[in-house]
């Protein structure tokens, strides 16, 4: 399984944790997001199946209506700067791995990111628990892990991976657990590039920009994955010591898991429904994952500049 160098020091500066603080439930009214509201249902129904839709094609735009802005939740390091000093912290604590996955995913896009001409920001993880509020509206534990480009921050509930497990049946792991949340960035990086200005709002299906913009971040989290063992931070050696075949796999059978195909048909009515599609199909996922983590190229991975999606 996924190991970190023992003696690696962490940062935990790139977590909000928010869990101690919760936040207040998500509220209906509001609406008329745009481009920020679509972005934030389209990674909400990406993992989570949340909302009882289970990504089975509910209607975006009433979904869309039940957002508003808001702020959320108190953070309040102390606890998980004390757990989570070291590698070794990391492999011995899921928490502390989350962070030493976010210091690797920001460590790489920070030098790779400005090899395309565009800077790297870095950004914050809000560990919540329960319920947050956004600058996309409110979200609770069941929307799963999301990115909003209203504040630039990914959401993640932790125990989400969990649930990966239980409800969607995946082997789950680290590196599951890593994929997950370099896919998140990987909505930052293109954010990042106004990529997302390139989905028309409420656009479904197979071969939709919201289809293409997850798909993408798929293949960014590949990317990721393909570098993750020679990224190093301020020319230390890398955070991430070993990332084996076994890893790997697990992620394409998460991958496989959260396609629309699949939770359409075993969290859904059963039916499948491709001009629902908002994130690809099962076998597009693990695809544009394989396709970021074979070529360690960031370039490979333009959506939507192909008619062959998978």
């Known amino acids: 399984m996924v190991r970190f160098r023992e003696g690696a020091r962490l940062d935990t500066s790139g977590v909000q944790d928010r869990r101690g603080g919760g936040g207040r439930a998500a509220a ?22 949340g909302g009882g839709s289970g990504g089975s094609g509910a209607d975006v735009a009433s979904i ?18 004390q757990q989570c000093r070291t590698g070794a912290d990391a492999n011995d604590s899921a928490d502390c791995a989350a962070v030493a996955i976010i210091d690797s995913i920001q460590d790489y896009w920070t030098t790779a990111l400005p090899q395309t001409g565009t800077s790297y920001a870095e950004t914050d993880t809000v560990f919540f628990s329960g319920s947050v509020q956004t600058a996309c509206g409110g979200a609770t534990s069941g929307s799963g892990p999301f990115y909003c480009p209203g ?19 995946a082997r789950g792991g680290t590196f599951v657990d890593a994929y997950v ?24 299906g197979p071969t939709s920009g919201t289809v293409r913009l997850e798909l ?13 063992t020679t990224t190093s931070d301020d020319g230390q050696e890398p955070l991430i010591t070993e990332i084996t075949s076994d890893d790997v796999d697990r992620a394409l059978d998460a991958a496989s898991r959260i396609g629309d195909d699949f939770i359409q048909t075993n969290l859904g009515n059963g039916t499948v429904d491709q001009d629902a599609f908002t994130h690809g199909s099962s076998e597009q996922r693990e695809r544009w994952f394989s396709t970021g983590y074979e070529t360690g190229d960031p370039g490979a991975c333009d959506t939507f500049a192909t008619d062959d999606l998978g």
Request: aromatic share 8%.
């Open 216 to 228: 993408q971040a798929d293949c960014y989290a590949g990317v990721w994955a393909n570098h993750a």
């Open 64 to 81: 869309l209506s039940q957002l508003q802005g808001g702020g959320g939740g108190t953070a309040d390091n102390t606890e998980l700067e």
């Open 181 to 204: 949340l370099a896919h998140e960035y990987g909505h930052h990086v293109q954010n990042l590039l106004g990529t997302n200005q390139r989905v028309t709002p409420g656009e479904t």
């Open 151 to 169: 504040d630039q921050l990914v959401y993640v509930d932790l125990t989400f991976f969990d649930q990966l497990q239980t409800q969607f049946g």
């Open 28 to 49: 209906v009214g509001g609406g008329g997001l745009g481009v920020v509201g679509l972005i934030a249902f389209v990674l909400i129904q990406v993992l989570g199946g």
